[in-house]
């Protein structure tokens, strides 16, 4: 039986969809077309999340890859205080903390792997790895202009005194583009909270990887990435060799009822017709926001799919912790009769759909979206333009460079006066992007790229290539001395 003689790393990513299924999607991966047996180290709370149980029951999991649930946390134990008020990250740090105290006797039990991957925000790992002499990788599941922007982190935080968002002039990352202070993540906003110092601690990190692999490639980042590998001041932290493997996204996923209906309602619509509108594993919007929103997208004429979520007056990112899981009656907040009267243009699912089987669809043309790294990274494979909605997290930044670096997507803008977008931008903006001449340009553009995002991870592409090389190395490692 060969299984024995594969070499076995493990993976463990920390909670949220869009941790979970980048590294899922390296795990296969390394099973399926480098040859490794992988254990994926799984963080469960007594709350399972609807989305994540259907994701690793996928029957089409490769043979070689073992989901290892870790013994579940008790929430509420572990977040004692007004739990509404505890942040999107500071919740998942503090959960993740209580999970690996059983990450040694896992370990130990998988009879030590030959090396764990963790993401950027579970390196609580790597002392455990250093204990039992497991090299630790990370991989960084956003840009690459993140990453740089995380190793940079430190310099700035030693050189700057004041907070990072009254700073006069856009933050000068080394070789990279400049990003504006309005666009700094949620994380380094206030750099007197938990939030920030939890985000601290694991970037600091970072160069404590045995290897870091980043989900991109040279066509998407070229800027960021010749920093990062070249520019001197990255090279003095010193950065720990880095790999781009990307566009690693979700493939073919199991679809649920409501999915299939979806695609059946899309087959009867002309290409490229459709735009898709949802806000990734937590976003939600302010009920006043989510209004505009619908009678934007019934003022556009537009045909759409929405997975709408109810709304809220939380950080945007609202549904976080239970998405799919809630219950969720779109009757009970959209405008009233906007059903009726977009039924057979619109399609309006609760909460959750199969993001990729949507996008890889032809007669979806548009994409609004929050702009989390993975969708972003799914709407330019499958060709599709965005309309950029940035919610939480490094979502802003992201946005701003789809927008003004790659070119594949437009953001509305804010009426003078008011905090959110009215209904005529987004009318505009739809139309835009679905048939508008303006929007001409970033359609061609994301079709170009959409050829270099499948090339990339395809055998002898330069993603396949640097995931390759690792492999190797795990493979010869494990031959010992
Ligand atoms: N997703 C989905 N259906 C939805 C919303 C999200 O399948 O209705 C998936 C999406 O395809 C992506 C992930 O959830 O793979 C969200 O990850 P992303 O990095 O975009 O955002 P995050 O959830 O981390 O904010």
């Given at each position: 039986?060969?299984t024995h003689?594969?070499?076995?790393?493990?993976v463990?990513p920390?909670?949220?969809?869009?941790h979970?299924?980048?590294l899922?999607e390296?795990?296969?991966?390394l099973?399926?077309e480098?040859?490794?047996?992988?254990?994926l180290l799984?963080i469960?709370t007594?709350?399972?999340?609807?989305?994540?149980?259907?994701?690793?029951?996928?029957?089409?999991?490769?043979?070689?890859?073992?989901?290892?649930?870790?013994?579940?946390?008790?929430?509420?134990?572990?977040?004692s205080?007004?739990?509404d008020?505890v942040?999107?990250?500071?919740?998942?740090?503090?959960i993740?903390?209580?999970s690996?105290?059983?990450?040694?006797?896992?370990?130990?039990a998988l009879?030590?792997?030959?090396?764990?991957?963790?993401?950027?925000?579970?390196?609580?790992?790597?002392?455990v790895?250093?204990e039992l002499?497991?090299?630790?990788y990370l991989?960084?599941?956003t840009?690459?202009?993140?990453?740089?922007?995380?190793?940079?982190?430190?310099?700035?935080?030693?050189?700057?005194?004041?907070?990072?968002i009254?700073?006069?002039?856009?933050i000068?990352?080394?070789?990279?583009?400049?990003?504006?202070?309005?666009?700094?993540?949620?994380q380094?906003r206030n750099r007197?909270i938990?939030e920030?110092?939890?985000?601290?601690?694991?970037?600091?990190?970072?160069?404590?990887?045995s290897?870091?692999?980043l989900?991109?490639?040279?066509?998407l980042?070229?800027?960021s990435?010749k920093?990062i590998k070249?520019?001197?001041?990255?090279?003095q932290i010193?950065?720990?060799?880095?790999?781009p493997?990307?566009?690693?996204i979700?493939?073919?996923?199991?679809?649920?009822?409501?999915?299939?209906?979806?695609?059946e309602?899309?087959?009867?619509?002309?290409?490229?017709s459709?735009?898709?509108?949802t806000?990734?594993?937590?976003?939600?919007?302010?009920?006043?926001?989510?209004t505009?929103?619908a009678?934007?997208l019934?003022l556009s004429q537009q045909?759409f799919i929405?997975?709408?979520?109810?709304p809220?007056?939380?950080?945007?990112?609202?549904?976080?912790?239970d998405?799919?899981?809630?219950?969720?009656?779109?009757?009970a907040y959209?405008?009233e009769?906007?059903l009726s009267r977009?039924?057979?243009?619109?399609?309006?699912?609760?909460?959750?759909?199969?993001?990729v089987a949507?996008l890889?669809?032809?007669s979806t043309?548009?994409?609004?979206?929050?702009?989390?790294?993975?969708s972003?990274?799914?709407?330019?494979?499958?060709g599709v333009p965005m309309i950029?909605?940035?919610?939480y997290?490094?979502?802003r930044?992201?946005?701003?460079?789809?927008v003004?670096d790659?070119g594949?997507?437009v953001?509305p803008?804010?009426e003078?006066?008011r905090?959110?977008?009215?209904r005529?931008?987004v009318d505009?903006m739809?139309?835009m992007?679905m048939?508008?001449?303006e929007?001409?340009?970033i359609?061609?553009?994301?079709?170009?790229l959409?050829?270099?995002?499948a090339?990339?991870?395809?055998?002898?592409?330069?993603?396949?290539?640097?995931?390759?090389?690792?492999?190797k190395?795990?493979?010869t490692?494990d031959l010992g001395p």
């Amino acid at each position: 039986n060969k299984t024995h003689i594969k070499p076995h790393v493990a993976v463990l990513p920390s909670v949220g969809m869009g941790h979970l299924i980048p590294l899922l999607e390296l795990a296969k991966r390394l099973v399926v077309e480098h040859g490794m047996r992988v254990s994926l180290l799984v963080i469960t709370t007594n709350a399972p999340l609807a989305a994540q149980e259907q994701l690793l029951c996928s029957p089409d999991l490769p043979p070689d890859l073992h989901i290892v649930k870790l013994p579940p946390v008790d929430v509420d134990k572990v977040i004692s205080s007004d739990i509404d008020n505890v942040l999107v990250l500071t919740r998942l740090c503090l959960i993740t903390e209580e999970s690996l105290r059983s990450l040694k006797s896992v370990l130990v039990a998988l009879g030590k792997p030959r090396a764990l991957v963790t993401d950027l925000f579970t390196t609580q790992a790597f002392d455990v790895c250093n204990e039992l002499s497991i090299p630790a990788y990370l991989f960084s599941t956003t840009s690459a202009a993140f990453s740089a922007f995380a190793l940079f982190l430190p310099k700035l935080d030693s050189d700057v005194e004041c907070e990072f968002i009254d700073l006069p002039e856009p933050i000068q990352v080394p070789g990279c583009i400049p990003v504006r202070t309005e666009d700094l993540l949620d994380q380094v906003r206030n750099r007197k909270i938990d939030e920030y110092k939890w985000f601290f601690f694991h970037i600091s990190r970072l160069p404590l990887a045995s290897g870091v692999f980043l989900n991109s490639w040279e066509d998407l980042e070229p800027v960021s990435l010749k920093a990062i590998k070249e520019n001197p001041f990255f090279r003095q932290i010193p950065t720990p060799p880095v790999h781009p493997v990307g566009p690693l996204i979700k493939q073919e996923e199991t679809l649920s009822t409501s999915d299939v209906e979806c695609l059946e309602w899309l087959d009867k619509q002309p290409p490229d017709s459709v735009l898709f509108v949802t806000l990734g594993s937590g976003g939600t919007l302010s009920l006043e926001q989510q209004t505009e929103l619908a009678w934007g997208l019934e003022l556009s004429q537009q045909r759409f799919i929405w997975a709408v979520r109810k709304p809220t007056d939380a950080t945007g990112a609202g549904s976080f912790f239970d998405v799919g899981s809630e219950e969720n009656d779109p009757k009970a907040y959209l405008p009233e009769g906007f059903l009726s009267r977009t039924q057979g243009v619109g399609l309006v699912v609760p909460s959750w759909a199969s993001q990729v089987a949507i996008l890889g669809h032809p007669s979806t043309g548009g994409f609004l979206s929050h702009c989390g790294w993975n969708s972003s990274l799914e709407s330019i494979a499958h060709g599709v333009p965005m309309i950029a909605w940035p919610l939480y997290a490094e979502q802003r930044m992201n946005a701003a460079m789809l927008v003004e670096d790659v070119g594949v997507a437009v953001k509305p803008k804010v009426e003078p006066g008011r905090t959110i977008v009215g209904r005529q931008e987004v009318d505009r903006m739809v139309r835009m992007v679905m048939d508008g001449e303006e929007g001409k340009t970033i359609r061609k553009r994301v079709k170009e790229l959409k050829e270099s995002a499948a090339k990339a991870p395809d055998i002898s592409g330069s993603s396949y290539d640097s995931l390759s090389s690792v492999a190797k190395q795990w493979k010869t490692d494990d031959l010992g001395p």
